[in-house]
């Protein structure tokens, strides 16, 4: 149990345009979901955190205008990169919290990630 | 002072060493602990989880938490090429709305 999926899992795109990543538990209720951001050699930035049917808290620094963040349901949330220019080229993590027998609620279950490239 | 301290190595061993990763932090409400191992260019996958204090084991990892000294450790007996990894420390409180705080990160290296 506790699997957490995540779509596209690398994306390149040109400088101006949008990208939506996808996240998904597979086999739980996700009560909260996380984004994090990766630089390589680096660790895990939290973005934001987000509750079902909820607006995302978004961590300082980070533009909630440019990073969009939807949970609309237990089991889908979803990170829009508008605008995207090459500095926002990194590795995009979610991660997600909840409630399920097999799941211990506060332990976060990761995504495998989404590397995103901005040409 | 950061919340969570983790060296960030990297850590080189021979293959069949035992294998220390440590965290100090300073929060006295975290309840919570976890360690996470992340293969370059993957998401963080879920080794152990601890609540509290004490010792826990599965396979050839064994997990230490001392709230007094607010240390943990990951232990890796019989080290393998195969966990050359990066391993991240992890932790959150008991309170509602919690916010897991992660260590940078322990880059280890085995050679075969």
């Known amino acids: 149990g506790a699997v957490v999926s995540q779509h596209p899992s690398w994306v390149i795109c040109k400088s101006g345009t949008s990208v939506k990543i996808e996240c998904r538990s597979l086999?739980?209720?996700?009560?909260?979901m996380f984004w994090y951001r990766q630089f390589p050699k680096q660790s895990l930035m939290l973005m934001a955190t987000s509750n079902e049917g909820s607006k995302a808290t978004y961590e300082q620094g980070v533009e909630k205008d440019k990073f969009l963040i939807n949970h609309a349901s237990l089991t889908l949330s979803t990170l829009t990169v508008t605008s995207a220019h090459p500095e926002d080229s990194s590795f995009y993590i979610c991660?997600?919290?909840?409630?399920?027998?097999?799941?211990?609620?506060?332990?976060?279950?990761f995504g495998p990630g989404t590397r995103l490239t901005v040409l | 002072q950061k919340e969570v301290e983790q060296d960030p190595g990297p850590l080189s061993v021979p293959e069949g060493a035992i294998v220390s990763l440590n965290c100090t932090y300073s929060n006295s409400a975290f309840q919570y602990f976890m360690w996470y191992r992340q293969y370059s260019r993957k998401g963080p996958e879920l080794l152990m989880y601890?609540?509290?204090?004490g010792n826990k084991e599965d396979g050839r990892f064994t997990a230490q938490v001392d709230k007094s000294s607010k240390y943990i450790s990951l232990f890796i007996r019989d080290s393998q090429p195969s966990d050359s990894a990066t391993y991240l420390c992890a932790m959150s409180g008991n309170t509602g709305g919690f916010k897991t705080i992660f260590g940078a990160g322990t880059r280890l290296f085995v050679k075969a």
């Open positions: 991660s997600a919290s909840g409630r399920n027998p097999s799941v211990d609620t506060d332990t976060q279950y």
């Open positions: 086999d739980f209720q996700a009560t909260t």
């Open positions: 601890t609540y509290s204090s």
